[in-house]
Every structure is written in C-alpha cells, then in structure tokens.
C-alpha cells in the first residue's frame, strides 16, 4: 500500500502526564480515571482517544460502504457513531480491550445500517488493525 499521511504523537507520564501530536494540534492532559485507581482528573486517557479515533474513522469510512450496498446518496446525513472502549483486566499485567461502534442511521431502515455497518467493519482501517485482537460489537441504534 502506498503511504499517503502518518500522524505522530508522543506520550509524556504515562496515564499521568501529556500526549502532544508533532504539529502540536493535539495537546491533551491525561488522567487515570477513578474507575482504574485514579483521581479522576481534568485529562483524558487513551481509551477515550482511541474511541474517538474508532469513531471518527469508522464513521468516515461508512461513504464507502454506502454506494457498495447500493443505498441513497443521502444515507449518512443527520448520522453518527458511537465507540464506547472499555478497558478489560484478568490479572496484572493482563489487560485488554473491548470495543462496542453504535450506529445513529435515521434515513436507514435497521436491516440498511446493520448491512452498512458490517460492509464498514471490512474497509475501516481501526477495523482492520483490531481484527482477531480485540472483540468490536456493532450494534445499531
């Protein structure tokens, strides 16, 4: 495959400290949540990057899916996903993800948008890079 962008981001103190992206557009504090030992701070943390992320791409790459299913030119207007990242552990240093991408299609019937979502689940990149490695549930809503 060609090289057609790489973003960079470097990561300061951990679950503690700072991510900033080269261009510094992305400059976020990051705090470990209450739920995994922490004070619950102002910052965000990887799993809410990573979901924005998942949801910003898979939601992208759904304009490909559109016309592969023969659905209207219009099918994605007024939509959005949804990933919700959840941050699994058995045990230390055993850790892992889940993802579940929720799709809001209301131009779509239910059968139209879980066709979509799964044609998606084929062409998005997240997808492909989380495939046979983590569990992703699609669910429509």
Do not use: W
Not at 46 to 52: M, S, V
Not at 75 to 104: C, I, K, M, Y
């Amino acid at each position: 495959m060609e090289r057609v962008y790489t973003a960079e981001a470097t990561a300061y103190g951990a679950r503690l400290g700072a991510v900033v992206s080269s261009d510094e557009r992305l400059d976020l504090q990051l705090s470990r949540p209450a739920e995994m030992g922490g004070d619950g701070g102002p910052g965000t943390n990887p799993e809410q990057l990573f979901a924005a992320g998942y949801a910003a791409c898979f939601h992208s790459a759904m304009r490909f899916a559109v016309p592969a299913l023969d659905l209207p030119a219009d099918a994605l207007q007024d939509s959005h996903v949804t990933a919700r990242v959840t941050f699994l552990r058995d045990g230390v240093p055993n850790f892992g993800l889940a993802v579940e991408l929720a799709l809001h299609a209301p131009r779509l019937t239910r059968e139209q948008a879980t066709a979509a979502m799964e044609k998606t689940h084929t062409i998005c990149p997240y997808s492909k890079a989380t495939a046979g490695n983590i569990q992703v549930d699609l669910r429509v809503e």
